[in-house]
């Protein structure tokens, strides 16, 4: 994925982060609970994704370096 494309989707899930958690907490304080656990269950998914996907990123990163560094040598 290209760095243009790939900012504009991180922006999209900020997005949808924030309006994740204000959706399910306007919805818990108004009594509708069912559909804030539903919401809160997607926050979760999302955020879990997010930090796999973070994880691995920074996985490559590492590899790439440290095999570049063994290679020198």
């Given at each position: 994925m290209n760095e243009k494309r790939k900012g504009k989707f991180q922006i999209f899930l900020i997005f949808l982060i924030m309006l994740l958690i204000v959706s399910a907490f306007v919805l818990l304080f108004l009594g509708h609970y069912?559909?804030?656990?539903?919401?809160?269950?997607?926050?979760?998914?999302?955020?879990?994704?997010?930090?796999?996907?973070?994880?691995t990123d920074t996985e490559v990163y590492l590899y790439k370096k440290i095999h570049k560094n063994n290679k020198r040598w």
């Open positions: 069912k559909v804030t656990f539903v919401l809160f269950g997607i926050l979760m998914l999302l955020m879990s994704f997010i930090s796999n996907w973070t994880g």
